[in-house]
């Protein structure tokens, strides 16, 4: 296995900056953390032992990370305030297990209702969009840094709606904008692109997927008939978000146009693309589509290569799966 690149300083300083700006947000650094009399940690060892039918101090300990001294003294707090009990083991007399007096089960359900609140709040300033995107993003912090968590749902497909052509063009036009550097002239492409899907509609032999997850648009696809050969199909402005990258939604959306394409009784399914585009033009070579033309051209302010892909679908050669 490789051995990974070491960290720029940019990205110590980034992750540095987020934690600090993290911990200030939720108030962790505060010794009345939510305003209910205790610490973060302290709290964090309530927590646990609700979490433990029979828990040791060393199980806490070992859970979190806590220095054994200054654990020793935020169970003698809670001891001496009634919020747990020491109940003798019965296998060994000399150990003994933490519970949770009435007390303390009440201070739990005050931190976790305040903790409640306090993410209701935070997360309720967002669109519906922000959360899924920070959902994504946490999960993935999960996976990556802390090794565990459950892995972000997959997007879901649906067929489009009225709002949806909106936010196709302005998807399509900021993003290949910021990536690439492309004009006004491909937003304005998009536009007509879709106008023209709405236009002459056809539900039988036409369809448009968009993929989302919490509400947002992570991604879509277009298949229409060929204006002027109606055995051909044609595969238009599959996008990705790059929020959505990794998890396999180009090579799910392709998939879904050739399966249509095939039931509808289309013999050929033909695409217009870039050379630049190298993950897309893999996705299709995956798909079973072949590379059948190639042509310079200068468009959306740049020197392009134009692409023509090509898939027979009378015959069995797609493999997605």
């Known amino acids: 296995m490789p051995v990974p690149a070491p960290p720029s300083a940019a990205e110590i300083a980034g992750f540095r900056r987020f934690n600090r700006r993290y911990t200030r947000l939720l108030g962790t650094l505060d010794a009345n953390y939510l305003g209910t009399g205790f610490s973060l940690a302290e709290g964090r060892v309530l927590y646990e032992l609700t979490e433990r039918a029979n828990a040791r101090a060393t199980d806490v300990g070992e859970a979190l990370g806590l220095d054994a001294g200054y654990l020793s003294r935020i169970l003698r707090r809670f001891e001496r305030t009634g919020l747990i009990s020491r109940v003798a083991a019965k296998r060994d007399r000399r150990a003994t297990y933490l519970r949770l007096t009435v007390r303390g089960r009440g201070v739990i359900r005050q931190l976790n209702q305040r903790a409640d609140r306090q993410a209701r709040g935070i997360l309720g300033s967002l669109s519906a969009g922000q959360r899924a995107r920070l959902a994504l993003a946490w999960g993935t912090m999960e996976q990556a840094v802390l090794g565990g968590g459950t892995p972000p749902a997959a997007p879901a497909l649906r067929a489009h709606r009225p709002g949806d052509m909106g936010m196709v063009v302005a998807l399509e ?35 448009c997927w968009i ?15 060929h204006p002027e050969r109606p055995d051909t199909a044609k595969l238009r402005l599959l996008y990705v978000d790059p929020a959505a990258r990794g998890l396999g939604l180009g090579r799910t959306l392709v998939a879904e146009c050739v ?14 693309t870039q050379s630049m585009l190298i993950s897309a033009g893999r996705i299709y070579a995956a798909a079973g589509f072949r590379l059948v033309a190639e042509e310079p051209h200068r468009s959306f302010g740049h020197e392009l290569v134009a692409q023509t892909w090509e898939l027979d679908l009378d015959q069995p050669n797609a493999r997605l799966g």
């Open 259 to 272: 399966a249509f394409a095939r039931a509808v009784g289309y013999k050929k399914l033909t695409l217009w």
């Open 173 to 207: 036009g900021a993003g290949y904008a910021a990536q690439f550097g492309w004009d006004p002239n491909f937003e304005a492409l998009v536009a007509r692109i879709v106008a023209d899907f709405l236009a002459h509609f056809d539900p039988v032999r036409e369809r």
């Open 211 to 225: 993929a989302e997850r919490g509400g947002e648009h992570l991604g879509h696809v277009f298949l229409v008939r």
